[in-house]
């Protein structure tokens, strides 16, 4: 019953990633294209999880940590850019 819950939720998640992925490409603004690649990167840590999960080992567990780091530091850098122009003051 857990592969297919683990199943379902990787489907799930694979074809949100697909229309954040279409977002990304068809978007009328720049602020869209980066909430949709803010989206992307929690999906994608969402998938890393459950792929652990059903992996059964805490390794992914550890990658998903440093992709959710490097996802938050990027989206700040990026907002911060886009609101004054530069990232380091």
Not at 36 to 49: E, G, V
Not at 67 to 72: D, E, I, K, M, S
Request: a negative charge; proline letters at 1%.
């Amino acid at each position: 019953m857990l592969e297919l819950a683990l199943g379902f939720a990787i489907g799930c998640y694979v074809l949100a990633q697909l229309f954040c992925l279409y977002r990304v490409v068809i978007a009328p603004g720049l602020s869209d294209r980066v909430l949709a690649l803010d989206t992307m990167t929690i999906n994608m840590i969402a998938l890393i999880t459950l792929f652990g999960i059903r992996q059964g080992t805490a390794i992914y567990f550890e990658a998903t940590m440093l992709f959710a780091l490097v996802g938050f530091v990027s989206t700040v850098a990026f907002a911060k850019f886009v609101l004054r122009g530069d990232i380091i003051e």
